[in-house]
């Protein structure tokens, strides 16, 4: 089935590039590659419900060093593959107010598309790193090409961590090839052969893939990249970047702590590091005034906290980190879809020079708050189930040292409360608005704070796909 859809996704990519060249009218291909991948994957949750299993399919490619091309679809990736679904659909529909380099920009939509099933069913790790490096190509040309002013410079930054990544995670796996008794890179197999890797060895492989992993995680200090990109990629880019990008760091990262058994020795380290990192950058957000960068900072913040949940070893606290991951990708999407609207709209992001938003785009301002109500955990939202989920299971392994990360989160909550009265809310006074955002951006908003309230509202079915 996967193998069939990345095809169908590529065909459709090939059209897109045949609509740039031959000026046909394809542009609706990526809203209705991404509707239909939501389908597909609503369909396997179904499948996996009523029967426990996706049949796992394997393609020879290279025999000799046994390295087929293998796909299986878990609970846990058909929940990440739900939420990249609604996420590039809301982007392809609305992600693009100017209405320029739509052509490009659905290719590129597109070729993200096949990088998200293709890691997120990987049940290889040579898979997993080709579909790693096609959603990083993707993702440097929707920020060097259809970014803003300073997009070259914001992009080479972003291409310089990526590629040190991509080195570290090639190097990781060639490791693992060699020194699993087998010669495997399926991760089944790796999970229950690694305790036979020598001690160091399975060191020196950890240390590998957490790198490599902690530059799309947004782990202190390896998310100086980040910033820059956001604040320069287009709106389609950003909503990518932060809802699906970060999401291969954060998969990655559960994969390696189910593969190394050694992972387990370093938990209480890779915590602290994780508590850290999310009052770091609840300390940095707080100080800035381009509405993008609060964004990608409060991305920093809750990536921490995913992580110090799969780092738990606790079944709660790593359905937390998945569900998490979920909720994430879709609130900071509409997050960065309002920021997207509202530069258009007021040619402004600058949160002190915006007033009265509410009265010129009041769909923008209920989108927001909606977001910012489930980044903070307001009960029925998504949010909400991610924090229960997190910090009991955080709490059974670290003890009140878990609760730390609640500081951050009350730190966002207070900001995102002035913002919104400052900038959104206050009416008393409003900012010129030159354009006005049509029906496709408020079709936008719909998909992802619908999703984002009714998976709060009713979140068992995502919770019984993580095995709770």
Known sequence: MIPIILFLIALCAILMIINALMKSNFRLLPAISALAGLLVSIYAAIVYLYSGSVPVENFAYIPY?????????????????????????????????EREHTKLSGTMILL??????????????????????IGVIAMFVMINVLGSANRRSA????????????????????????????????????????????PRIQLYIFILFFVAFMTNILIYPMHFWLPDAHAEASTQGSMLLSGILTKFGGYGMFLLFLMMPIAREYAYIIAALAIFSSIWGALILIRQTDIKRIVAYSTIVEMAIILMAISS????????????MLSHGLTVSLMFLTAGTIKYIFSE?????????LLSTPASTYAFIIAALSMIGFPLTTGFITDILIFIGSFQAFGLYALIPLIAILI???????????????????????????????????????????????PLIIINLLGL
């Open 155 to 198: 992009s080479i930054n972003f291409l310089v961590y990526e590629i040190f990544a991509s080195s570290m995670l090639l190097l990781a796996i060639i490791l693992l090839y060699t020194y699993t008794p087998t010669h495997t890179l399926q991760i089944g197999s790796i999970a229950s052969l690694a305790s036979q890797i020598p």
């Open 65 to 97: 060093l046994n390295i087929p091309l293998s796909f299986n679809l878990s609970g846990i990736s058909i929940v990440l593959l739900i939420m990249s679904s609604i996420v590039l659909l809301a982007a392809s529909i609305a992600g693009n107010p």
């Open 313 to 324: 070893y606790s079944n709660i606290g790593e359905a937390g980190a998945i569900f998490g």
């Open 112 to 133: 993200f598309q096949i990088a998200s099933i293709g890691l997120f069913s990987a049940n290889n790790l040579f898979v997993f790193f080709i579909f790693w490096d």
């Open 412 to 458: 966002v909550g207070i900001f995102m409360y002035a913002l919104i009265s400052k900038s959104f809310l206050y009416v008393k006074e409003s900012s010129d608005a030159g354009a006005y955002i049509g029906k496709r951006e408020t079709l936008g908003y719909y998909i992802i704070a619908g999703a984002i309230i009714l998976i709060g509202i009713v």
């Open 349 to 357: 992001r600058n949160t002190t020079r915006l007033r009265g938003i």
